[in-house]
């Protein structure tokens, strides 16, 4: 009984190498074919390349992250019908490859968004940070959005105008950069006028409506993941509020629990990020992971520093203001429960989500959050921590 150990790797043009990953005492590996256009098909020509190319470094493949929905499929317009039947073939031919974990998201236009890439952090490594603050001077007097003054306190709007007021042109570049363009995870990178565009094709689409066309594509792959041996398992909303007017649907123990009654399978399940659902003060994620538990098919494990207005930073793991011990109990618990009744996927991948930029990555050009250094000191921690909590549960 253990957590598969996994490490997220962009691919051929990612910084660290397989073998350095090799190295950190992870056995599989997170990826997607990046360079293949968001609702195309993925082939299994190309699925096998890329997985030859990890065996050959002594690892797996073991989790998809991610196969991209297409925006069209998100907003039910345009070419959706194909690109759902595409997404289909997707699932298919990953499954015949062996591979039966896709984790997935269905946040519109961003995948995440952070004010800070680079924050220094008391000891002088570098960390993610979302202040909210900053958030809104950059939504209301740099992007100019509609309506975007009713989404914040009168408290935050003085401040954000302040904070607005002193920014130089190159803070301003640096935020708009930071918030929109080319954030790791996302196949799509915007100037501040093509993302406004983006951005209003969204106005009919609230959060209700955003929720029933994701309930509508789990109708439609879910059936096609089973028969496909494959766990789909979508990815929470990070942060998990509402941002520059967008809906958001997979914020909360509620909206999880909700989807996963959509269609009752084990193929549609969910990715723990407790840093994600961490962000929300709402959320208490030791709760959450035992509630979630058969539904849990892939974690992110890190931790974040928050508060009630929506700030957050990513703090070291035991540092933060989540109960990761308690988190990873019950997902051994889980796994557990799993072997012992026969389930042949018992075992649960998970990895150490970002990481604090230090050491020698300091001054290397990394993917914000997934530097080397950070993570492997998270992995170590969290192979500990399950070792000693496994121990307890002999």
Not at 32 to 61: C, D, F, M, Y
């Amino acid at each position: 009984m253990a957590l598969e150990q996994t490490w997220r790797w962009y691919g051929p043009n990612d910084p660290i190498s397989l073998q350095e990953i090799k190295q950190t005492g992870a056995t599989g590996i997170v990826s997607a074919l990046h360079q293949i256009p968001n609702g195309e098909v993925w082939t299994i020509e190309e699925i096998k390349k890329r997985s030859a190319e990890i065996e050959a470094a002594g690892l797996r493949w073991s989790v998809v992250e991610s196969v991209p929905v297409h925006e069209d499929i998100k907003k039910k317009t345009g070419d959706y019908k194909k690109y759902i039947d595409n997404y289909k073939l997707s699932i298919q031919n990953l499954g015949a490859c062996g591979i039966e974990t896709i984790c997935y998201n269905f946040m519109p236009v961003l995948d995440w968004s952070r004010t800070d890439l680079a924050f220094e952090s008391g000891d002088g490594s570098n960390a993610l940070r979302f202040d909210m603050d900053i958030f809104a001077a950059f939504d209301v007097f740099i992007l100019k959005r509609e309506n975007a003054k009713a989404d914040y306190s009168e408290e935050i709007l003085k401040r954000a105008e302040v904070k607005f007021q002193s920014m130089t042109t190159e803070e301003i570049e640096k935020i708009t950069r930071n918030v929109i363009a080319g954030l790791p995870g996302a196949e799509e990178s915007y100037t501040l006028e093509s993302f406004q565009k983006v951005l209003d094709e969204y106005k009919e689409i609230d959060a209700p409506k955003l929720k029933k066309h994701l309930f509508e594509f789990l109708s439609e792959i879910i059936p096609v993941a089973e028969q496909a041996g494959v766990r789909m398992a979508i990815h929470p909303d990070d942060p998990p509020r509402a941002l520059l007017g967008l809906p958001r649907v997979v914020s909360t123990i509620d909206d999880a629990v909700e989807l996963t009654k959509v269609v009752d399978s084990v193929s549609n399940g969910i990715t723990l990020c407790t840093g994600s659902f961490g962000a929300g003060h709402f959320n208490n994620l030791p709760e959450m992971t035992k509630i979630l538990a058969p539904r849990i098919n892939f974690v992110h494990l890190r931790n974040v520093s928050r508060d009630a207005e929506g700030n957050f930073f990513e703090n070291y793991l035991f540092d933060g203001d989540i109960d990761i011990p308690a988190v990873m109990k019950a997902l051994l618990v889980e796994e557990k429960e799993r072997k012992e009744s026969g389930r042949k996927d018992w075992q649960i991948p998970m990895r150490p989500d970002h990481g604090n930029k230090m050491l020698d990555d300091l001054p290397k050009t990394t993917n914000p959050g997934y530097s080397l250094y950070g993570r492997m000191k998270g992995l170590a921690e969290l192979r500990g921590l399950e070792q000693g909590l496994m121990a307890s549960l002999k």
